[in-house]
């Protein structure tokens, strides 16, 4: 079964504008925890965000912040003023439980700001 | 810079031949862990190895086998190399820590091309 579910396969932004990448997961483990990696054009997983399933407030980084909807399993990330270096793919990521497990990837939503 | 090495960046190989890819984790990182990305199969979990020993196994091929070092290094033997399994091989290392963050740092990649 799938267990993360990236549902845009493309977007397109605005240079500035505020931009949200939909991510809903699946789990029975009450312990898990949620990740976002941006793919850049030279292939590198850069990190970007993570929020943990007990975690009381909404996880923010600077210009990201993740939309943590938990009764429904959903897991956004927000792009608050997009920078044209923001073009990239966007992969969200869970780990069930809380110990140095493996993650599962969804397929990625491609972002692409518009100067 | 993640801190995590790969070698080689390209490899160019025909079908049926084998190859090793190697992998150094960050300074202090005990889990090491193999993805491979592909178009159609997107970014798959392969393998994680925990100081030394194997932990997790997810979508790997009988033909494919890793292992890693005292040294903490690990290498991704891929045998009888198949069109399908042009890829790119990500290697990804954390640290194992008590709570939940644990994000996975990963390498550049290398890419793999079978001819």
């Known amino acids: 079964a799938q267990k993360i579910t990236q549902t845009q396969p493309g977007m397109f932004v605005q240079e500035k504008e505020a931009v949200t990448l939909d991510c809903t997961y699946d789990t029975s483990d009450p312990s898990y925890g949620l990740f976002w990696y941006k793919q850049p054009s030279s292939g590198e997983m850069i990190f970007l965000i993570y929020?943990?399933?007990?975690?009381?407030q909404n996880a923010t980084e600077g210009r990201y912040s993740l939309n943590f909807q938990k009764a429904r399993k959903s897991a956004n990330l927000v792009i608050s003023a997009s920078q044209l270096g923001d073009s990239a793919m966007y992969f969200c990521a869970m780990r069930e439980g809380f110990s140095n497990n493996d993650m599962r990837f969804g397929a990625g939503t491609r972002l692409t700001v518009k100067p | 810079d993640s801190g995590v090495t790969q070698t080689p960046k390209h490899l160019i190989t025909a079908t049926g031949q084998r190859v090793t890819l190697r992998c150094s984790p960050r300074s202090g990182d005990l889990s090491v862990y193999w993805y491979q990305q592909s178009l159609d199969q997107g970014l798959q979990f392969l393998i994680q190895?925990?100081?030394?020993?194997?932990?997790a196994k997810g979508n790997i091929l009988e033909r494919f086998s890793a292992q890693q070092f005292p040294d903490l290094h690990s290498e991704l033997n891929l045998s009888s190399l198949e069109l399908g399994d042009s890829a790119l091989y990500f290697c990804?290392?954390?640290?194992?820590?008590?709570?939940?963050?644990?994000?996975?740092?990963f390498g550049p990649g290398t890419r793999l091309t079978v001819l």
């Open positions: 190895y925990y100081n030394g020993e194997e932990r």
């Open positions: 929020q943990g399933s007990y975690d009381q």
């Open positions: 990804a290392s954390s640290t194992r820590t008590s709570g939940g963050l644990n994000e996975q740092f």
